[in-house]
């Protein structure tokens, strides 16, 4: 025990002096670090890019927006200009030109209207469409509304139809007779209508008493649309000619029916009143005043019915065209 302690006594002594012996170099003091700068680095561009991923919104449920409505704009509206019209006072015969020796094309009713398209230069017939044709009708017969007098003188007046041919005169004429005595000058006529006189036919009619007649133009032709009066005991009727199913220019009346029937009677023309319709009668009141003729009166009185009970042919004529 005691020598191994020597021992390492020994070894220790040994170092130390071992140690005083060895040059101990200086310990170098190291250097500061020096800064590495940061690499630098160049972007390489990448053929395939990675696309963004945005995150998916959620729809929202759409909502109609209401589309505007366009509002048009206005149109101006062209200004009409006033237009000539007529208006029939009775039932009247429409022709093929401005008289009454052109053809007769139908009848237009009371109160009927059209559109004036034309007139005479005297401005005594007018024009206008009837069934879509060009047709006549004599300024008498209607009442006209609007610019009439800025209607133009039509263009298209049809040739008159013609006359019959004068015969030729014979190479020697014939001995002329002794000439009677002139009649005395006839009066002018004092109405536009006249009764023609002698016209009338009697006749007997034990069942209802009635009269039966005629109106014409002043060439004999039927004239439709001509107010005739009958009165007893005042005012009763009026009736057209051409109405209720008479034919052209005819009229007639059953005042009294199956009854006694006695008069006096007066049967004249009368101007067509603006209510009298389409039905060609018009019944007034019995107490009132007649109204003003505008032709001669025919006259009658019924003593037996069966022995002169009705009176046919009873005819009116005018006396203007």
Known sequence: MRRNALLIFTFTVLLVLAAGCVQVSPVATPAPPTKTPKPTFTPTPDASPTPEVFPTATALPATATPEATETPEPTATPTELPVATLTALRNANVRSGPGTQYARLGTITAGETAEIIGRTRAGDWWQFEFDGDPAWISAD??????????????????????????????????????????????????????????????????????????????NGSPQNGVCIYLGYYGPREIKYSGGGGKGDGNWGFSPCGNGACNGPFEIYVVACP??????????????????????????????DKCVTGQWENITFRDNTK
């Open 141 to 218: 017969l209607v009442s006209t509304s609007g610019p009439a007098d800025a209607v133009e003188i039509a263009q298209n007046i049809p040739a008159p139809p013609p006359t019959a041919r004068p015969q030729p005169r014979p190479t020697s004429p014939p001995a002329q007779p002794t000439a009677p005595p002139a009649p005395p000058p006839t009066a002018a006529p004092s109405f536009p209508f006249s009764y023609v006189q002698g016209s009338a036919i009697a006749g007997p009619q034990c069942g209802a008493v009635h009269f039966e007649g005629k109106a014409q133009y002043r």
């Open 274 to 303: 603006s209510d009298m319709g389409g039905g060609g009668s018009k019944s007034l009141d019995p107490s009132g005043v007649p109204p003003a003729p505008v032709s001669d009166k025919f006259t009658a009185t019924v003593t």
